[in-house]
């Protein structure tokens, strides 16, 4: 069946770099349009990056433009977030989700990877 | 300060009707866009219950159904069970900005 595994998160110093993986089995990864969606504990939710299956389209929430950056490999079947220069903002719970195409809902969704930024 | 607004908490009796709006502008629902509608428990992912472009997936009870009218939509669920106690978001896509997609704030739903 479908599953979406997050990995890398943990604890990071302000200013520091992490980078999230999300590993994809049971359907054609390369077929779908990938997202990343965070959550501050308690709080609501946040979309944060989208890439097309081929990466040729890629979008960012404004609170990150610049700092992180979405990736794919499909021969892989993973997507990737590299995060730089971090802030004690960006201490959420990152999910990974897909999306059939560019107007439908999120339908599956990983279980969510913890990123603390503090000194 | 969410660019869908949705009330922070309703609630309603077994076997009840309750709703929850989403209202969003010009550049979002008003625009067209499809809204989607997610429900999350306690310290699980979100999961989709309504989308709004491929309609109610397979698996999710008839009794949750979605509606849009102008720039506002709403999540209507029927025969209220206590296990409907959840987090509701909706979400739909947003043209004012670069590329973006926006969620509600999130409604408490308590089942009495």
């Known amino acids: 069946q479908v599953q979406l595994l997050e990995s890398g998160g943990g604890l990071v110093k302000p200013g520091g770099s992490l980078r999230l993986s999300c590993a994809a089995t049971?359907?054609?990864?390369?077929?779908?349009?990938m997202n990343w969606i965070r959550q501050v504990p308690g709080k609501g939710l946040e979309w944060v990056s989208y890439?097309?299956?081929?990466?040729?389209?890629?979008y960012y929430a404004d609170s990150v433009k610049g700092r992180f950056t979405v990736s794919r490999d499909n021969a892989k079947n993973s997507l990737y977030l590299h995060m730089n220069s971090l802030r004690a903002e960006d201490t959420a719970v990152y999910y990974c989700a897909r999306k059939y195409n560019f107007w439908s809902g999120l339908d599956s969704w990983g279980q969510g990877i913890l990123v603390t930024v503090s000194s | 300060q969410s660019v869908l607004t949705q009330p922070p908490s309703v609630s309603g009796a077994p076997g009840q009707r309750v709703t929850i709006s989403c209202t969003g502008s010009?550049?979002?629902?008003?625009?067209?866009?499809?809204v989607h509608w997610y429900q999350q428990f306690p310290g699980t992912a979100p999961k989709i219950l309504i989308d709004?472009?491929?309609g109610r997936p397979s698996g999710v009870p008839e009794r949750f159904s979605g509606s849009k009218s102008g720039t506002s939509a709403s999540l209507a669920i029927t025969g209220l069970q206590a296990e409907d106690e959840a987090v509701y978001y909706c979400?739909?896509?947003?043209?004012?900005?670069?590329?973006?997609?926006?969620f509600g704030g999130g409604t408490k739903l308590t089942v009495l």
């Open positions: 890439i097309s299956g081929g990466s040729t389209s890629i």
């Open positions: 979400q739909s896509y947003d043209s004012s900005l670069s590329g973006s997609w926006v």
């Open positions: 010009s550049s979002n629902i008003g625009a067209g866009h499809h």
């Open positions: 049971g359907f054609s990864f390369s077929d779908y349009y």
């Open positions: 709004g472009y491929n």
